[in-house]
């Protein structure tokens, strides 16, 4: 079956500029997480969606940063004002229940490089 | 709080030789491991996890890591590497259990093998 894509492979921007990335998790997947990796660096945890419901948003980063998933399968992380800091990939994983040894599903990320 | 440690940010073999991957993990509770594999321009994908039953765990690609307590160790191993498994590998520990999982990652370690 599918795994999880995400949409648009790369968005570059310039500093200031609101950005919308977008995530489409494997069928039936009720929970969903994004991360953010920068450059050297391994992924670090942003929010974490159960349902429709944001159960985990402990690492967004400032209040700039923004997630929904109004439906409970896609998932749209929104970010305003970019600054330079917010270059990295950004990266969707789902799992079919959420818990702590469930397997997460990755996609390929999106890639934000703002100028 | 719990962390993950990759000595190595950079590993070399050659084809055909031993693979060793150092992971070691601080938990204050009993931890479910996972190595990830991410291969260039594409998403982490799971080569196997420890989640409290045997200790030494086989995973996909000929690849497995030995949970050992006592060390706070999980490194990975394979004992022939392949020109195919070149690609940037993680560690990652899971939130405690009972929890929603988001995974906490070392910094990865990039594998590269000589012919």
């Known amino acids: 079956g599918a795994g999880v894509s995400q949409t648009p492979s790369n968005k570059v921007t310039e500093k200031g500029k609101y950005v919308e990335l977008r995530c489409d998790p494997i069928s039936g997947h009720t929970a969903l997480y994004w991360y953010r990796q920068s450059l050297g660096q391994g992924p670090e945890f942003l929010i974490y969606f159960q349902g429709t419901g944001a159960a985990d948003d402990s690492g967004l980063p400032n209040d700039r940063f923004f997630a929904v998933r109004p439906e409970g399968s896609v998932s749209t992380l929104k970010i305003q004002r970019t600054e330079r800091g917010d270059s990295a990939v950004y990266l969707c994983?789902?799992?079919?229940?959420?818990?702590?040894?469930?397997?997460?599903?990755f996609g390929p990320g999106t890639r934000l490089t703002v100028l | 709080a719990q962390s993950v440690t990759q000595l190595g940010s950079h590993v070399s073999v050659s084809e055909g030789a031993l693979v060793l991957l150092r992971c070691n993990y601080s938990s204050s509770v009993p931890p479910y491991l996972f190595w990830y594999v991410q291969y260039p321009n594409q998403g982490l994908q799971l080569l196997l996890k420890?989640?409290?039953?045997?200790?030494l765990v086989k995973g996909i690609n000929g690849f497995e890591a030995e949970f050992k307590k006592s060390e706070t160790s999980f490194h990975l191993t394979k004992p022939s590497a392949h020109m195919s498994d070149a690609a940037e590998y993680f560690c990652?520990?899971?939130?405690?259990?009972?929890?929603?999982?988001?995974?906490?990652f070392g910094k990865g370690t990039k594998l590269s093998v000589k012919p």
């Open positions: 990652a520990v899971s939130a405690p259990r009972g929890s929603q999982g988001n995974l906490i």
């Open positions: 994983a789902s799992s079919l229940v959420g818990t702590s040894v469930d397997t997460q599903y």
């Open positions: 420890y989640t409290s039953a045997a200790t």
